[in-house]
């Protein structure tokens, strides 16, 4: 028999005391929204590195036939996605805690939220762009136009 609380008697305290305390029930809300962000920006992170896996399928392939012509190119696109990778996994994680310095308000909070959402379409055509070269890579010259849409996507 477990003598601990569960998580969920916790949470109905939490509510109740939401309703008793003026304020907390803003607060408790905004806390979430913020754990939210947070696991939805990990989500988005461990994408760019799946993302990046598939590109350095592409460059071991083409390593393997002896296709050096286009390896920097995919090392820089590459460092492209480590960099938005780093952006987004330590970015500031949405609304601010109840004594942090700089406070976020609730539109600019959606506004965050908006924007990591428009973030998950840009790795998916990203991805979608990855298994679209994944084929060409045994080929001697990658596709151009396609390169270059899969190096501004990873801009």
Known sequence: MNTYPSKEMKLTFLEKLASIVPG???YLKKE?????DQRYRSFLADALTEVKDG???IQEI???RGYLADLDKLELVCRKIDEARDSIRYASHGYSGLFDG???KQNELEQ???FDRSLMDLIRDLGEKTHTLTPSASQPAIDAELFKSMDDAAE
Request: proline share 0%; aromatic share 0%.
């Open 24 to 26: 907390v029930h803003g």
């Open 32 to 36: 979430k929204a913020r754990e939210s």
């Open 55 to 57: 590109v350095h399928a």
């Open 62 to 64: 083409r390593l393997s």
């Open 102 to 104: 700089i406070k976020i």
């Open 112 to 114: 965050l939220m908006n």
